[in-house]
């Protein structure tokens, strides 16, 4: 059986067949490949765009979507084999996933950080228990990768620059009040250097590094496509002659779990933000973030507002590539 958990175990033709598919459900949105067929949707934390998309996109191909909140509107779980369940948990995920099973054809999986434990959480244990005990495919709707996003980029990416192989990427951290998940930007490094891109990681320091994992993965991706990996802490050199800046904010690893360790290095970096002056510096580049935003904390509203901006365009992509992945992922499994 094969999950969609990460595009790592997807080659890059089927990636791109994935977002070809979507093209074809933006022109035309309707489709029966999930005639009479069930989706369980489980929001272990909030969404807007996952939330719709996912609904939608499953009724637009003929299927039925039951969105569900453990803790809410669905017992709580436990995670641990061999756990002693005397705390809040009611079920535990070996029951769960395999009933959900029976009832359902696909099972999708929101679980973040708890930010607590960087090595605990890098484990994305609740997605991979589902993989493992689930009787149908799973599909990761964003843990500590969002491999969904990473479509809905590409697909905006390529709308706009056509071949994307050797064009120079940039992420680059921004301030934020709140240490976030790294998943967006795990997922940035590995969907960029995927496609043969010429990748540049922006952060301020050694602290907002990314897990090695993904570095790494990166990095290989790179050499098996001919593009590269260069990470730098220097704003300018990362800006001149950008063609696409995708702005997220993240934690700081070392610092996980210990917040107030952290807040008075973050307090000095807001000039990260995006902003016009940084982007003149750039080959007119695109301009993306995954969404939810804050104006003027990531970036300038002339930013966001630009020509170059593709924020909604990708939010919409949403829906049309995934689409695209669940159709994929219910032929690979019906072979």
């Known amino acids: 059986m094969r999950h969609f958990l990460t595009t790592q175990d997807w080659s890059l033709e089927e ?5 070809d598919l979507g093209r074809a459900f ?9 005639q009479g067929k069930a989706v369980a949707l489980m929001f272990f934390n909030p969404s807007l765009r996952t939330r719709s998309s996912f609904d939608i996109g499953t009724w637009q191909l003929g299927g039925h979507a039951i969105v569900l909140q453990p803790g809410k509107d669905a017992w709580g779980m436990a995670f641990e084999m061999g756990a002693v369940m005397d705390g809040d948990a009611e079920e535990h995920v070996k029951e769960a996933a395999r009933v959900l099973s029976r009832y359902v054809d696909l099972i999708g999986i929101r679980a973040f950080p708890k930010f607590q434990n960087w090595q605990e959480d890098r484990q994305d244990k609740i997605l991979n228990a589902f993989a493992t ?5 799973v599909f990761n709707m964003e843990t500590i990768t969002h491999p969904c996003q990473e479509l809905a980029h590409m697909m905006a990416v390529q709308d706009r620059l056509g071949e ?17 998940n790294t998943a967006v930007a795990n997922s940035s490094l590995l969907i960029s250097t995927r496609f043969g ?18 570095l790494n993965q990166a990095k290989a991706n790179a050499e098996a496509t001919g593009g590269s990996l260069t990470v730098t802490h220097d704003i300018e050199e990362a800006y001149t002659g950008a063609d696409v800046v995708y702005a997220k904010s993240w ?10 360790e952290e807040l008075p290095m973050r307090a000095k970096l807001r000039h990260f933000i995006v ?11 695109l301009f993306s973030h995954c969404l939810p935003m804050r104006r003027n904390i990531k970036a300038t509203d002339a930013v966001v507002d630009s020509a170059q901006s593709l924020i909604i365009e990708e939010a919409e992509n949403r829906l049309h590539a995934q689409k695209g992945m669940l159709c994929k992922l219910i032929e690979e499994n019906a072979r």
């Open 15 to 19: 990636l791109q067949a994935m977002i």
């Open 26 to 34: 933006r022109e035309n949105p309707m489709g029966r490949q999930l």
């Open 133 to 137: 005990y689930a009787e149908v495919p």
């Open 164 to 180: 994307v192989k050797k064009k120079k990427y940039v992420l680059t951290w921004t301030w934020h009040p709140k240490p976030l």
């Open 197 to 214: 891109m010429d990748v540049t990681l922006l952060c301020p320091n050694e602290e907002y590094l990314l897990d090695e994992r993904y």
């Open 251 to 260: 934690g700081a690893i070392p610092y996980f779990g210990r917040w107030e």
């Open 275 to 285: 902003d016009e002056a940084k982007m003149a510096l750039t080959n007119n580049a």
